[in-house]
Protein backbone atom coordinates (compact mmCIF):
# COMPACT_ATOMS: atom_id res chain seq x y z
CA UNK A 1 0.00 0.00 0.00
CA UNK A 2 1.47 3.48 -1.14
CA UNK A 3 1.70 5.77 1.97
CA UNK A 4 1.01 9.02 1.59
CA UNK A 5 3.34 11.80 3.04
CA UNK A 6 1.85 14.19 4.98
CA UNK A 7 2.10 13.18 8.89
CA UNK A 8 -0.15 14.63 11.71
CA UNK A 9 1.56 15.61 14.53
CA UNK A 10 -1.65 16.15 16.96
CA UNK A 11 -3.25 13.01 16.02
CA UNK A 12 -0.34 11.12 16.08
CA UNK A 13 0.15 12.68 19.84
CA UNK A 14 -3.34 11.69 20.39
CA UNK A 15 -2.28 8.16 19.50
CA UNK A 16 0.54 8.09 21.81
CA UNK A 17 -1.28 9.17 24.53
CA UNK A 18 -3.20 5.82 24.30
CA UNK A 19 -0.19 5.07 26.60
CA UNK A 20 0.74 7.99 27.89
CA UNK A 21 2.85 6.34 30.68
CA UNK A 22 5.01 3.99 28.97
CA UNK A 23 4.87 5.20 25.33
CA UNK A 24 4.43 1.27 24.76
CA UNK A 25 3.40 2.02 21.45
CA UNK A 26 6.82 3.15 20.37
CA UNK A 27 8.17 -0.48 20.90
CA UNK A 28 5.89 -2.12 18.43
CA UNK A 29 8.59 -4.37 16.65
CA UNK A 30 6.11 -5.20 13.79
CA UNK A 31 5.98 -8.85 14.63
CA UNK A 32 2.67 -9.00 13.01
CA UNK A 33 1.46 -11.61 15.78
CA UNK A 34 -1.64 -9.21 16.05
CA UNK A 35 -2.47 -9.88 12.86
CA UNK A 36 -1.79 -13.64 12.85
CA UNK A 37 -4.26 -13.79 15.46
CA UNK A 38 -6.98 -11.59 14.60
CA UNK A 39 -10.04 -13.30 13.49
CA UNK A 40 -11.11 -10.84 10.88
CA UNK A 41 -8.08 -10.73 9.49
CA UNK A 42 -7.64 -14.59 9.25
CA UNK A 43 -11.44 -14.82 7.43
CA UNK A 44 -10.63 -11.72 4.95
CA UNK A 45 -14.63 -11.32 4.24
CA UNK A 46 -14.79 -10.53 1.03
CA UNK A 47 -17.06 -6.82 2.82
CA UNK A 48 -13.84 -5.52 4.29
CA UNK A 49 -11.82 -6.30 1.07
CA UNK A 50 -14.66 -4.23 -0.94
CA UNK A 51 -13.71 -1.54 1.31
CA UNK A 52 -10.40 -1.50 2.38
CA UNK A 53 -7.08 -3.56 0.97
CA UNK A 54 -7.25 -6.10 3.89
CA UNK A 55 -8.11 -5.41 7.50
CA UNK A 56 -4.39 -5.29 9.12
CA UNK A 57 -4.12 -4.56 12.97
CA UNK A 58 -0.63 -4.59 12.30
CA UNK A 59 -0.55 -2.16 9.77
CA UNK A 60 -3.11 0.14 11.63
CA UNK A 61 -0.68 0.13 14.23
CA UNK A 62 2.14 1.40 12.12
CA UNK A 63 -0.24 3.56 10.37
CA UNK A 64 -1.34 5.78 12.83
CA UNK A 65 2.27 5.67 14.76
CA UNK A 66 3.87 7.19 12.05
CA UNK A 67 0.68 9.74 11.86
CA UNK A 68 -0.58 9.04 8.74
CA UNK A 69 -4.27 10.10 9.73
CA UNK A 70 -5.50 10.59 6.29
CA UNK A 71 -5.05 7.06 5.39
CA UNK A 72 -6.81 5.63 8.92
CA UNK A 73 -9.65 7.75 7.99
CA UNK A 74 -10.12 7.61 4.51
CA UNK A 75 -13.83 7.49 3.26
CA UNK A 76 -14.84 3.64 3.17
CA UNK A 77 -14.72 2.28 -0.26
CA UNK A 78 -11.80 4.32 -1.02
CA UNK A 79 -9.13 1.55 -2.11
CA UNK A 80 -6.62 2.77 -0.49
CA UNK A 81 -7.68 3.86 2.77
CA UNK A 82 -6.49 1.50 5.67
CA UNK A 83 -9.46 1.74 8.16
CA UNK A 84 -10.72 0.82 11.46
CA UNK A 85 -14.21 -0.59 10.85
CA UNK A 86 -13.29 -4.27 10.84
CA UNK A 87 -12.17 -4.36 13.95
CA UNK A 88 -15.21 -6.23 16.35
CA UNK A 89 -12.88 -5.52 19.84
CA UNK A 90 -12.81 -8.70 20.82
CA UNK A 91 -9.25 -7.79 22.40
CA UNK A 92 -6.92 -11.33 20.68
CA UNK A 93 -4.70 -8.61 19.35
CA UNK A 94 -4.37 -7.26 22.65
CA UNK A 95 -3.51 -10.70 24.37
CA UNK A 96 -1.24 -11.82 22.31
CA UNK A 97 1.04 -8.74 21.75
CA UNK A 98 4.17 -9.34 23.48
CA UNK A 99 5.06 -5.51 23.87
CA UNK A 100 1.41 -5.40 25.97
CA UNK A 101 0.29 -2.27 23.20
CA UNK A 102 -3.25 -1.52 23.61
CA UNK A 103 -4.09 -2.46 20.14
CA UNK A 104 -7.38 -2.51 20.59
CA UNK A 105 -7.37 1.12 22.04
CA UNK A 106 -5.49 2.33 18.87
CA UNK A 107 -7.87 1.37 16.72
CA UNK A 108 -11.11 2.74 18.88
CA UNK A 109 -9.38 6.13 19.06
CA UNK A 110 -9.18 5.72 14.90
CA UNK A 111 -12.69 5.30 14.85
CA UNK A 112 -13.78 7.85 17.31
CA UNK A 113 -11.45 10.70 15.15
CA UNK A 114 -12.90 9.29 12.31
CA UNK A 115 -16.56 9.78 13.70
CA UNK A 116 -15.73 12.77 14.74
CA UNK A 117 -14.59 13.75 11.01
CA UNK A 118 -17.95 13.31 9.85
CA UNK A 119 -16.43 9.98 8.03
CA UNK A 120 -17.85 6.97 10.21
CA UNK A 121 -19.04 4.63 7.34
CA UNK A 122 -22.80 4.94 6.58
CA UNK A 123 -23.98 1.44 8.13
CA UNK A 124 -22.11 2.18 11.33
CA UNK A 125 -23.97 5.84 11.74
CA UNK A 126 -27.26 4.11 10.98
CA UNK A 127 -26.62 1.27 13.23
CA UNK A 128 -25.60 4.16 16.13
CA UNK A 129 -28.99 5.92 15.41
CA UNK A 130 -31.02 2.50 16.13
CA UNK A 131 -29.30 2.13 19.24
CA UNK A 132 -29.96 5.96 20.10
CA UNK A 133 -34.11 5.82 18.99
CA UNK A 134 -34.60 2.43 20.62
CA UNK A 135 -32.13 1.35 23.08
CA UNK A 136 -30.95 -1.17 21.25
CA UNK A 137 -28.72 -2.53 18.16
CA UNK A 138 -31.83 -4.63 16.86
CA UNK A 139 -34.85 -3.46 17.96
CA UNK A 140 -37.71 -6.01 19.18
CA UNK A 141 -40.09 -6.94 16.57
CA UNK A 142 -43.23 -8.29 16.96
CA UNK A 143 -41.48 -12.01 15.42
CA UNK A 144 -39.30 -11.88 16.86
CA UNK A 145 -41.33 -11.78 19.83
CA UNK A 146 -43.58 -14.49 18.85
CA UNK A 147 -40.72 -16.96 18.06
CA UNK A 148 -39.37 -16.16 21.46
CA UNK A 149 -42.80 -17.25 22.47
CA UNK A 150 -42.75 -20.59 20.37
CA UNK A 151 -39.60 -21.37 21.69
CA UNK A 152 -40.52 -21.20 25.53
CA UNK A 153 -38.38 -17.96 25.88
CA UNK A 154 -39.32 -15.32 28.31
CA UNK A 155 -40.64 -11.83 27.00
CA UNK A 156 -37.40 -9.30 26.36
CA UNK A 157 -37.53 -6.68 28.89
CA UNK A 158 -37.78 -2.88 27.31
CA UNK A 159 -34.57 -0.51 27.96
CA UNK A 160 -35.20 2.25 29.12
CA UNK A 161 -34.21 4.60 25.89
CA UNK A 162 -34.26 8.17 28.16
CA UNK A 163 -31.45 6.54 30.13
CA UNK A 164 -29.51 5.20 27.10
CA UNK A 165 -30.39 8.51 25.29
CA UNK A 166 -28.96 10.67 28.51
CA UNK A 167 -26.07 8.75 28.38
CA UNK A 168 -25.55 9.24 24.98
CA UNK A 169 -25.68 12.98 25.32
CA UNK A 170 -23.27 13.22 27.59
CA UNK A 171 -20.93 11.86 25.30
CA UNK A 172 -22.03 14.18 22.60
CA UNK A 173 -22.94 11.44 20.35
CA UNK A 174 -26.56 12.65 19.65
CA UNK A 175 -24.33 15.62 17.89
CA UNK A 176 -22.98 13.32 15.48
CA UNK A 177 -25.75 11.25 13.90
S1 LIG B 1 1.71 -7.92 18.19
FE1 LIG B 1 2.30 -5.99 19.22
S2 LIG B 1 4.48 -5.71 18.74
FE2 LIG B 1 3.67 -7.24 17.30
S3 LIG B 1 3.05 -6.04 15.48
FE3 LIG B 1 1.23 -6.23 16.77
S4 LIG B 1 1.24 -4.39 18.06
FE4 LIG B 1 3.30 -4.59 17.20
S1 LIG C 1 -9.64 -6.52 18.70
FE1 LIG C 1 -9.94 -6.04 16.53
S2 LIG C 1 -7.90 -5.98 15.62
FE2 LIG C 1 -7.74 -7.01 17.62
S3 LIG C 1 -7.89 -9.20 17.15
FE3 LIG C 1 -9.97 -8.49 17.63
S4 LIG C 1 -10.90 -7.90 15.64
FE4 LIG C 1 -8.67 -8.07 15.35
Redesign the pocket.
Known amino acids: MALPLGIDFEFRKLIMDVHVSSDKIKY????????DNCPVAAVQNPFYNEITNCFD??LI?LTTLLGYKDVVMAVAGTKSALIPWGCTVCDT?DT????N?E?TEIITLAKNVTTGAGLAPDNVVAQAKTVFESGKAIPSQPAIERRREQLGLPAVVAPDVNEVQTLLKAIGADKKL
Open positions: CYQCNRCTPRVCVCPQIV
